[in-house]
């Protein structure tokens, strides 16, 4: 019996889907980078892929072209394809976008909030919650996000939420909570439970007050991530 292949680090994690279709096969290409279970740079060999789901080459590229123009993918030639990878200053940029794109849903959605808005929120804080006492930075980057889309929400602004959830999925194979300080995480943290107060007591300007501390907080702890975590792109 010949021994069973081993799949390199990138088509380990992809779920085996024999006779994907075109969407299963673009859903879990995504799933697999925005889930942080591959960090930035790694490679990712069609072949390989399309083994795991059991398809020819061709829909595995055409998903990686749709995610090429999602900002996940990179390719270059004679180099294949890569879980994308951003300098420290485009990931800085990229959460400059964010700060401004929340700020303006956030102003919207606690004039229109109500208690089940809140109770949405609060739920969400919680997980959040459980995932910093576990020092599960994984759950910590998937439960702020549920968190942070739990106050924007009632905003009802659908464009505007799409171009922040893109701009969002472009930083999480980055997943820089995992080597942020515990001191760091605390406040950032600690922001979080403000920002609920001031959501429940709808009060706008204190939300977007808190909202713009917490967001200059992250940035500047992105800013003083060490190069050396392999996760950066040279200029």
Same mark, same amino acid.
């Given at each position: 019996m010949?021994p @069973?292949?081993?799949?390199?680090?990138?088509?380990? @994690?992809?779920t !085996?889907?024999p006779g994907?279709?075109?969407?299963?096969?673009l859903?879990?290409l995504?799933? *697999?980078?925005? =889930?942080g279970e591959?960090?930035?740079? *790694?490679?990712?060999?069609v072949?390989?892929?399309?083994?795991?789901?059991?398809?020819?080459?061709?829909?595995?590229? /055409?998903?990686?072209?749709t995610?090429?123009?999602?900002g996940?993918? +990179?390719?270059?030639p004679?180099?294949g394809y890569t879980? !994308?990878?951003l300098t420290?200053?485009?990931l800085? &940029?990229v959460y400059?976008v964010?700060?401004?794109l &929340?700020? =303006?849903?956030? #102003?919207?959605?606690?004039v229109?909030? +109500?208690?089940?808005d809140?109770?949405?929120?609060?739920?969400a804080?919680?997980a959040?919650?459980r #995932?910093?006492t576990?020092? +599960?930075s994984?759950?910590?980057h998937?439960?702020?996000?549920?968190?942070?889309?739990a106050?924007l !929400?009632?905003a009802g602004?659908?464009?505007?939420r799409?171009?922040? &959830?893109?701009?969002?999925?472009?930083?999480?194979?980055?997943?820089?909570?995992?080597?942020?300080?515990?001191? /760091?995480?605390?406040a950032?943290?600690?922001?979080?439970h403000?920002?609920?107060?001031?959501?429940?007591?709808?009060d706008? @300007?204190?939300?977007?007050?808190?909202?713009?501390?917490h967001?200059?907080?992250l &940035?500047?702890?992105? #800013?003083d991530?060490?190069?050396?975590t392999?996760?950066?792109?040279?200029?």
């Amino acid at each position: 019996m010949a021994p @069973k292949r081993r799949h390199s680090y990138f088509a380990g @994690k992809v779920t !085996a889907i024999p006779g994907a279709s075109q969407a299963e096969v673009l859903n879990e290409l995504r799933r *697999v980078i925005l =889930a942080g279970e591959v960090p930035p740079g *790694v490679p990712i060999p069609v072949g390989e892929v399309a083994e795991r789901f059991g398809v020819s080459p061709i829909p595995v590229r /055409e998903s990686l072209m749709t995610l090429i123009g999602e900002g996940l993918v +990179d390719h270059r030639p004679r180099s294949g394809y890569t879980v !994308a990878q951003l300098t420290l200053a485009e990931l800085r &940029e990229v959460y400059v976008v964010r700060r401004v794109l &929340e700020a =303006a849903a956030l #102003a919207a959605a606690v004039v229109s909030a +109500d208690d089940a808005d809140d109770a949405r929120a609060a739920e969400a804080l919680a997980a959040l919650e459980r #995932a910093v006492t576990d020092d +599960d930075s994984t759950g910590y980057h998937r439960e702020s996000r549920r968190f942070h889309m739990a106050l924007l !929400a009632p905003a009802g602004m659908q464009r505007l939420r799409y171009v922040l &959830e893109s701009a969002w999925n472009v930083t999480e194979p980055c997943r820089p909570m995992a080597y942020i300080g515990v001191e /760091e995480r605390t406040a950032l943290h600690a922001d979080h439970h403000a920002m609920l107060a001031a959501f429940v007591a709808r009060d706008a @300007k204190l939300l977007l007050d808190i909202s713009a501390t917490h967001h200059y907080r992250l &940035e500047s702890s992105i #800013a003083d991530l060490p190069p050396e975590t392999g996760l950066f792109a040279t200029p």
